[in-house]
Each structure stands twice: as C-alpha cells, then as structure tokens.
C-alpha cells in the first residue's frame, strides 16, 4: 500500500481521514500543496494555495482540508500541475477542468486572469474525450482517446507545438507531423512536451538547450520532431525530468537524454546527452520509468518490483542507478526529490478492511478450513469445494459427481495448476510470461475464456528478442490470435535479433515457412 503519510503536507490528518483517501497528488515550489480524492469520491485540498491553486475559490492557505464541491462526484483519471502552479484533470467522462496561475494563458480560457475555482476546459474539446493530461512550467498538453495532443499556454520555446513562439490561449491541435498518427502517452518537462505513439515511435518539441528533445541537437521544436536515433526501437512509455528525459522501451530497457548536471540520465558521469543513451540497468526488465518537471530525480521500477533512483537525490548527485528498497517510484519522489512532490497522480489502497475478494485470496491454499486438496507432483493445494463450483463450470461438473477429499492431477505441473487455482481465487494470474505458456494451455483445455486473455497478456509484458519465437509458437498452438499477432509483430520489429536466436534456428518447419511468408507481406523484407 502507498503510504501518503510519506509526504509531510498530511502530517497532520488524522488516521481515520487517511484510510479514506483512495488518490492524492501533492506539488508546490515546497511540496507544499496537496489535493487528494477519498473512497466516496469527495475530493478536498489543504496547502499554501499560491494563485489558487487549491481550487478552493479565494487565496487562503489552510492547514486543514477543505473539499473542492465543484469536482465532488467527478472521478479524475489523470492529474498534472505546473510551476505557478497551474493544475489541470481529465475527468472519466473525458472532460478537462484547470485552476490557479494563468499568466500565459495554461488554463486555456482564453485570458490571462488567474482562475480560483476548477474551470471546464472547453474550446476545442467539447466533442473529445480526453485520457489523459500533462503539464510544463506554463503550458499544458491534452490526449484525446483517439490518439490526438491538444496544447495550450506558455510558449516561449516552441513547448505548444504550434510552429510559433506566440503565447497559445485556448487548446489548439498539435498536427504538422503528428497528423494521421495516433499518440499513445504524453509527458512534459519544463519548457518541452513530448508523446508517444502507438507505433513505437516518440516525438518532442519545444526548449532543447540542454538535448532534452533527443534530437542530436540544441536547438529549440517549434513542431514535433520524431527522435530519429530510436528508429526501430519500441517506445511505450516516456517521463521527463526538469530538463531530461527517460523513455521504456516495449523490452523493458531504459533509454535517456537530456540535462544530466546531477546525474540524472544514470551514464554514471554528468556530461548533458542530446541524443538518447541506453542506461545499464543489470539486464534487470524494467517496467517503470518516473521524473517530474519540478526535479532533477529519476526512478525506474523493475519487473521483479525492485525500485532503482538516480540524479538528485537530497542534494546528492547520484550518476548511476542505485538499489533501494522501496516498493514503488513513488517514495523516491516522497523521500529524496526536490521539491518532494508526486510525480504523478497516487492511486491508494485502502486497507482498513477485507472486502469479499481480500477475503477469498487470504483463505486460498490454507488448510485450515480447505475441504478439498490437489495434489500435484507430490504437493498439496488447498481448496474450497463451494467456490470451484461457482467460479468454473469444469469444477461444477467433476465435484458433482465425486465425493473425494483429494483428487491427484498428473496433465500439468504444480506450479501451473496452483496458478490455475489462485485465479480461481482472486482473478488474477502471478507467473513469468514462460510459465504463463502452460496456464494457457490449461486455459485452452479448461474452456476458460477470460483466464486465457489474461495468460496472453502476460506473455505480452514478458515478450524479449529470446523468447520473441517461443512465445510466437505457443500462440499458433493455442490458437491465441490477439497474442500471435502482438508475437508476430514484434518479431517483424526486432527480425535481425529474433532470427539469430537459437529458437528461431530450431523453429517448426510449417512455423517457419508460414512466418516468413507473413514477414514478406509484411514488408519486413524491404530495402
């Protein structure tokens, strides 16, 4: 569980108060301001309430919370403040509402009055949907849910993408080269702004003194320019610091440019990167990158939950990635950036008691009150007859016509059917994407339909140029189509190093041919 306590803006609040809250962001030149949103969806703020930034509608600083009644009930999915600052959300209805600074325009009402309470953003927006919001120093970038950046505010360095340096006062489409593309993720340093496509590929414009675009160059975007030194590299997240940039790649590694004055690209010296660097992370897959506009700190977090810092750190200049024993990139920003500010909205879980669903995962594989055991490879499993019954139709059918206390299975392997079992239990699966292979071969068996999507899902996250073929061919054997045509894809994207792996060379005769067939209509042929 997060721990919002971490962060000294909630000092103050009560234990009862803190169980409630379910999201909270904390920003301010200090780390002095926070908003957070409760498990009845009230959301309040306390702080010093610079240009009112609380929302609160007047100037007053509170060391108590007060509740902002205009986003009560509105459920924010996306969160993202300034320097000024400026906050602005995305709604679950799509919506966009902005407060506090406004001397460019960031709130993008048109005027440059500071604004006290949340404000629909409307202009250009009112048919979209946005997802998703980011924030610069002064200016502010949107994502629609079809793939388009909208982008208002300060634009002294191009940040707004407009091809000028004038100020932009209302939310304006950023096209030029993002036209027709569709953009998957954003994100903001101080004066850049740079997105994500569902391709791969990244693009940034806007303040490039120190390289922060990637570009190979110092010179300022006016429009977005595509990073051309990861041409064949597959993005699918970026983070940008103050003045750097972290990307991660669809293989887990860690890519970063930028300022580096205090060690924050992790090339273990300080000297700047215009052009993206890979940062040796100990072969570790990496699922996380964290930075934030206001700081010089970097994080990453593991596949295996390990959490790695580097850049500033409490004054520290840190040029390698460094172990903590943290559990989340949160609490890197909580305990060592500066300002200690969240980089991102906090989603909190609540622990103050066991819903139905804590309850079924507490009482899997406990003999204490199991009717039924498995006993798989001379292991036992402990299980609840009633609840096999209600969750899968095979159970139901086997458990009705056996009275048996244990029941041995000799097709698949304990760690598989214990796998099997605790789905069963708590919906979720928890295995490395090559062991994911044979749960989905019980899934196929089984006729479970959800049990299979979420086996290919995981074998997605898992998926490396070594397991890329491996990964392919249990597809094709389980009839797995969404998954074949991910595994596919990425073999195309990665066919040099794919086609040098050993699995490759010991690849199904009818595989192959079919493989390389579909790679030539493909195109991965080409010149």
Not at 56 to 70: A, F, M
Not at 448 to 477: D, F, H, P, Y
Request: hydrophobic fraction near 35%; include cysteine.
């Amino acid at each position: 569980m997060l721990d919002v306590g971490k962060w000294p803006v909630f000092a103050l609040l009560p234990p009862e108060e803190l169980r409630l809250i379910r999201q909270a962001c904390v920003f301010g030149s200090a780390a002095n301001e926070a908003l957070y949103v409760t498990v009845n969806d009230e959301v309040f703020a306390l702080g010093t309430n610079c240009s009112g930034c609380l929302g609160l509608g007047d100037l007053q600083s509170t060391i108590e919370p007060r509740r902002i009644d205009v986003l009560c009930g509105k459920k924010i999915v996306s969160l993202s403040y300034g320097t000024g600052p400026h906050v602005v959300i995305a709604t679950a209805d799509g919506e966009v509402f902005a407060w506090g600074h406004n001397g460019y325009s960031q709130l993008g009402n048109g005027t440059t009055n500071h604004g006290l309470t949340p404000a629909l953003v409307s202009t250009n927006l009112i048919s979209k949907r946005v997802t998703e919001v980011a924030c610069g120093s002064h200016h502010t970038i949107a994502l629609t849910s079809d793939g388009e950046v909208y982008a208002w505010g300060y634009n002294n360095s191009g940040q707004v993408g407009s091809g000028s340096t004038a100020n932009q006062p209302t939310p304006r489409r950023v096209s030029s080269c993002l036209q027709n593309k569709v953009v998957y993720n954003i994100a903001c340093g101080q004066l850049c702004s740079m997105a994500v496509l569902d391709n791969g590929e990244i693009y940034g414009w806007g303040y490039n003194c120190n390289g922060q675009l990637g570009l190979g160059n110092n010179g300022n975007q006016q429009t977005p320019c595509r990073i051309a030194a990861l041409q064949g590299v597959n993005i699918v997240q970026v983070a940008c610091g103050y003045a750097h940039t972290l990307a991660l790649t669809d293989e887990g590694f860690v890519y970063a440019w930028g300022a580096n004055s205090y060690g924050q690209l992790g090339t273990g010296n300080k000297s700047n990167q215009a052009l993206p660097i890979l940062i040796n992370t100990d072969k570790e897959r990496m699922v996380e990158v964290a930075a934030c506009h206001t700081s010089h700190t970097s994080a990453a977090k593991t596949q295996s939950g390990q959490v790695l810092m580097w850049g500033q750190c409490r004054g520290q200049a840190v040029s390698s990635p460094h172990l903590t024993h943290f559990s989340s990139t949160d609490d890197v920003f909580a305990c060592f950036a500066t300002p200690a500010v969240t980089w991102h909205l906090l989603s909190v879980d609540g622990d103050d008691y066991l819903t139905v669903a804590q309850s079924l995962k507490k009482e899997f594989d406990s003999p204490e009150i199991s009717d039924l055991k498995f006993l798989v490879d001379g292991k036992c499993i402990y299980v609840h007859k009633a609840l096999l019954k209600i969750r899968c139709e095979h159970f139901r059918a086997l458990l009705n016509e056996t009275d048996e206390d244990v029941i041995e299975i000799h097709q698949f392997s304990y760690l598989v059917y214990r796998a099997f079992l605790e789905y069963l239990y708590t919906d979720n699966i928890n295995l490395p994407p090559e062991d994911a292979i044979g749960l989905l071969d019980l899934a196929s068996f089984y006729r479970e339909t959800r049990l299979k999507r979420l086996c290919q899902e995981t074998i997605k996250r898992g998926i490396s140029e070594e397991n890329a073929i491996t990964l392919l061919s249990a597809a094709v054997k389980y009839e797995a189509r969404d998954l074949e045509e991910f595994c596919f894809k990425f073999c195309v994207n990665h066919l040099t190093a794919v086609t040098q792996t050993q699995a490759f060379g010991d690849m199904d005769h009818d595989l192959l041919k079919n493989f390389i067939s579909k790679a030539s209509r493909y195109g991965a042929f080409k010149n």
